[in-house]
């Protein structure tokens, strides 16, 4: 019986061969976005809806960016929700010299949204547009990315595209921690998957969700996700499961988003949505996927580190040469290099288990969440969860 503990860590190990068999063609194919085409037929109507909230150091330069878009028929709107800095005398000014620019002012929050969801809903309201946009307050945009993923529709007849932007970070902490949460999510939601036909997979990036208005409008909209606390992929999801052809690109070279500006904030950032995009807020589910997940990740160390034979040694290093290779094929597009990638699966997911620990500690001791200045009770997100991963 002595073989039966090193045999189990041998299987950690050499599983670990079977996740990038599973994964490797989303690591490969990172879908760029094309160039931009001889346009045949008029460009439709898109509507940029920007929400922001206490944004004042970031919304100027990212408005900028989308006011110097090549895209002939625009409207921006900006979206100040309930902001206590100067955001809104920011796209106040702003709109004061450009005509392109709508801004709108959300004074309260109505019960039963998450303030970020409302905000996206009140701009889609006033949108005119064909096509309608959702993006933050930090997004830089190329200037024909627009017109590019316009295309994309077009060409394949989409009703919902996002796009991957370039991760912009800090420090060599806090990138190894970036190259770790992209290979999570690489891992996690096979993007290859996505845009087959009939196919169910999907995916959501809040710094690029394009969605068809008249496809929308077939869906239950955004008040079904008015309690979803990961909005962007919820939304993917929404227009998925309602018969909408939904796609991916990767755009790091025409869009950009600096998501935290440092390891401290990235992990307090965290703190809202880690636990329950994790477990949908349910303590059950939290433990038992922590259970599933957790050997399959201390397994490869565990190999390696603990007394054993060789082959448990091998499955140990065949299993962190596969993490390290993953973690490098997120890495590149992102321009970070092979000491990201080396760091990703240990500081960097050591860093994503402590923002998850913290995440959950800090809702269940508060009995919820606080986000963009509003308490919500854990019972009120649990039953306004609908993203399942």
Known sequence: MDWMFPGLLAVLGFSWLGVAALSLRSFLEPRPLEPLEPQPTPWPLVSVIVTALDEEATIEPALRTL????????????????????????IDRLAADSPRLQPVHIRELPGGWLGKVHAM???????????????????????????????VCQRERLDHLTLWPRLEGRGLVLRAALVAFM???????????????????????????????????????????KMEIVDDTGLARMM?????????????????????????????????????????????????????????????????LLPGPWWQKLAGFTALGVW??????????????????VLAPFLGAGIMFTALARSTWMTLRNGGIRWRGTFYPIAELRAGARLRL
């Open 67 to 90: 006011l110097s878009a090549s895209y002939p028929e625009l409207e921006l709107i900006a979206v100040n929700d309930r902001s206590r800095d100067r955001t809104g005398e920011v």
């Open 183 to 225: 290979t999570n999510l690489l891992l996690l939601l096979r993007p290859h998957r996505i845009g087959g036909e009939d196919s169910r997979g999907f995916v959501g990036i809040g710094a690029f969700n394009l969605v068809r208005r008249a496809a929308l409008e077939k869906t239950p909209g955004l008040e079904w996700l």
């Open 324 to 341: 390290i290779s993953l973690a490098w094929l997120a890495a590149r597009p992102a321009g970070y290099g092979l000491v990201e990638a």
């Open 240 to 304: 998925v499961d309602h018969g909408c052809r939904s796609n991916w690109r990767s755009a790091i070279q025409e869009l950009s988003v600096e998501w935290y500006p440092s390891l401290s904030a990235m992990i307090r950032g965290l703190e809202k949505n880690m636990y329950g995009a994790f477990s949908h807020f349910r303590l059950n589910v939290f433990l038992v996927k922590l259970a599933a997940i957790l050997p399959f990740v201390v397994g490869p160390y565990m190999a390696i």
């Open 121 to 151: 809903d009140t701009g889609a309201r006033a949108a005119r547009g064909e096509w309608l946009l959702f993006t933050d307050a930090d997004v830089h945009f190329g200037p024909t990315v627009i017109e590019r993923a316009i295309q």
